[in-house]
């Protein structure tokens, strides 16, 4: 079992900045992507930044240019620089890990945007 515990959400206004963090504990050996997923009301949950085995990286094109995924392998963390920050990316982001085939997530943390 992989357990992730997120960190770093908040309110802030339209332009601002937040950075979320994720720290991952438990079976980490063999993880082989972390990154970040939200969902907003009434949305389903997308993709926002992934970084895979590699350090191949992916963004949503809604958050290019804007966000920012790094790792930490020697703290287990994965963290999202979040720049200008738009009210459309208020929601309920996600830390996820995936280790060989499991999927892990987070409890969430929210961000709320305001304009």
């Known amino acids: 079992q992989v357990q992730l515990v997120e960190s770093g959400g908040g309110l802030v206004q339209s332009g601002g900045s937040l950075r979320l963090s994720c720290v991952a504990s438990?079976?980490?050996?063999?993880?082989?992507?972390m990154g970040w997923y939200r969902q907003a009301p009434g949305k389903q949950r997308e993709l926002v930044a992934i970084?895979?085995?590699?350090?191949?990286?992916n963004y949503a094109d809604s958050v290019k240019g804007r966000f920012a995924i790094s790792t930490d392998n020697a703290k287990n963390t994965v963290s999202l620089q979040m720049n200008s920050l738009k009210p459309e990316d208020t929601a309920v982001y996600y830390c996820?890990?995936?280790?060989?085939?499991?999927?892990?997530w987070g409890k969430g943390t929210l961000v709320t945007v305001s304009s």
């Open positions: 996820y890990a995936r280790r060989v085939l499991m999927h892990y």
């Open positions: 438990g079976s980490i050996t063999s993880i082989n992507a």
């Open positions: 970084v895979t085995s590699g350090s191949s990286t």
